[in-house]
């Protein structure tokens, strides 16, 4: 492999990296529907009362499982916070979390939203 390929897959991995949430993609309106339909009735009321003005149900999705991540105490004294929820994954029950300067995986129960150990 050449040096000048591996400073631009270098350079391209970091810019992946360190591209805002904002560009991620957002699921499409049937597979925001599929993902709703496999929560428990009062995660799913909850979620579609708050996906109103704008605000789409994976971006609900994405702060709810911030939240609830948050609130489980995930986080060792002295660790930086969970900021954002960078990639979620409801077949696995897994989302991304971007801490700090790093990245990582966190297991949630796809029907309620909440941590699983």
Partial sequence: ?????????????????AAPAAFAQTPSPAMQRA?????NAETRSEVERRATGGNSVYEVLRITLLNNMQLANLIQPGEPPLSEVVAIDFVRGT????????LRAVNF???TLRYKP
């Fill in 1 to 17: 492999m050449s040096r000048r390929f591996r400073c631009l897959s270098g350079a391209a991995l970091a810019l992946m990296l």
């Fill in 35 to 39: 993902i709703l339909d496999g929560m």
């Fill in 95 to 102: 989302a991304v979390v971007r801490q700090g300067d790093r």
């Fill in 109 to 111: 129960d796809a029907q």
